[in-house]
Structure formats: C-alpha cells, structure tokens
C-alpha cells in the first residue's frame, strides 16, 4: 500500500512539474521535490494500512507543509507528534520572503498547530490517530506573489487551474484507491468540492464530509476553535 501512495506521490509531483503559472503568480513551490524523505517517511510510518477517514486539506502552508513536507506540518506535531525529522533541501527558486528552512523554522503553521491540536488531543498518540485516520492535501503546490503573499489554487485562472486540477484529481483517486476509506473530510468548503467532484467522476464509494478550517484567517475558526470541528466530527458519526 505504501508503494502505491509513494508512486501516486511522484506521479502527481511529475504532472504539476508540467503546469505552468503567469503573473499574479510569482513563485511556486512543490515540497513533494525538496521535501521528499519527508514526504516518503510520512507515507511510510502512517501510510500503511487502509483508513477510515482521510482529512484533506487545499495546499500547503507556507510555514506547515512547504518547510516540512507534512500536509499541515506544523514543525513540533512533525517532530514531536509524529517522530519525524529529516533533511530538507532548497526549491530551485526561492521567494525571500518565505524562505525554506525547514525543521529549523521558527515561524508556526497556525493552521497545522490547531489541526493536529485537535488531533492530539482527541487520540493522544499519532498512532492511535492514524490507525484508521490520514491527512493528505488536494494539491501540492504552494503559490506566491511576488509580495510573498499567499495565492490559492482556486484564485487562478480557469486555463491554468485546469491541468492543475486534472493532476490533483487523478492523485486523489488513485489515494482513495489505495488507503479504501470510508470517508473524506474535506478541511475547508473547497478541499470537499474537490473530493465530491472525484468522487463523482471515478466512481468512489466513499461519503464526504466537511470540517472547519483552522485559518486564523477564518473569523469562525478563531472563535470557535475546536468546537465547532468536535461537533461536527461528532454529528458525521465519526468522534462519538
């Protein structure tokens, strides 16, 4: 299983190499390359047995997984959390306002340190919270202006999100495939349009949910973080 969620890893890291971004976009990294013994040791450790649910997130973070490799990699769940520390490299272009310093980055991922909050917390052990459970991003990309500002897949232009789209999409099913889950918890409205229209196309039987996204830009989420997610999670069925 494993093998298949690596080679569908390099597959979609191949097929987003392939697309290409205009102006407002400035910069793009993909941490499926200079993050990859990340990446791999992430689908090793927990990646290996089918899953019940499977949490998908839009893309990475410039502090979570754009430095770690770890979709929401907040640096101390990785670390700490999860057990896992490796070597990051560089991308080839770097932004200077977002710089790659991997586990050596001090900034917090907010968003990724109250995900995987919420998850320690509930489950205690990242064992206990992966044995039937994942975490996986739609698209692998992270997209810069040339301010550094953030740019979300879903801001791009029709003709560019396309092929982008097309690649993410296979990615997903190809991760359902192999990981069987019952679920997918889309964190945020996009990340569940995204695996219903999947779903849809390929035929999945699988429900989809949705969870609030802990964005400290999301004026919800700063308020009602984590009970909005807990009572959600407990009205899908899912966290009794």
């Known amino acids: 299983m494993t093998e298949k969620l690596l080679t569908a890893a390099e597959r979609l890291a191949d097929a987003v190499d392939a697309c290409r971004f205009a102006a407002p976009v400035h910069t793009v990294?993909?941490?499926?390359?200079?993050?990859?013994p990340t990446?791999?040791?992430?689908?090793?450790?927990?990646?290996?047995?089918?899953?019940?649910?499977?949490?998908?997130?839009?893309?990475?973070g410039p502090w979570g997984m754009a430095q770690t490799g770890v979709p929401f990699g907040e640096i101390p769940a990785v670390r700490d959390w999860m057990g896992i520390d490796t070597a990051v490299g560089k991308p080839p272009?770097?932004?200077?306002?977002?710089p790659i310093e991997g586990f050596a980055c001090k900034r917090s991922e907010v968003s990724g340190r109250r995900l995987w909050g919420l998850f320690a917390e509930r489950f205690g052990s990242a064992d206990a919270f992966f044995a039937d459970q994942f975490v996986a991003n739609y698209c692998p990309l992270v997209f810069m202006a040339e301010s550094g500002a953030n740019i979300t897949p879903d801001k791009l232009p029709a003709a560019e999100?396309?092929?982008?789209?097309?690649?993410?999409?296979?990615?997903l099913a190809d991760l359902a495939a192999?990981?069987?889950?019952?679920?997918?918890?889309g964190v945020g409205a996009f990340a569940s349009r995204c695996a219903a229209r999947v779903a849809e196309a390929h035929g999945l039987r699988v429900r989809i949910g949705t969870l609030l996204h802990p964005s400290p830009a999301s004026p919800v989420a700063n308020?009602?973080?984590p009970e909005r997610p807990l009572r959600q999670m407990r009205d899908l069925g899912l966290w009794p």
């Open 29 to 36: 990294y993909n941490p499926l390359r200079y993050a990859w």
């Open 39 to 60: 990446h791999q040791k992430y689908i090793r450790t927990y990646g290996a047995a089918p899953k019940k649910v499977v949490f998908l997130g839009m893309n990475p």
């Open 93 to 98: 272009r770097e932004h200077p306002k977002r």
């Open 161 to 171: 999100r396309a092929p982008l789209e097309a690649a993410c999409d296979r990615h």
């Open 178 to 185: 192999a990981l069987q889950p019952a679920w997918i918890i």
């Open 223 to 225: 308020r009602e973080w």
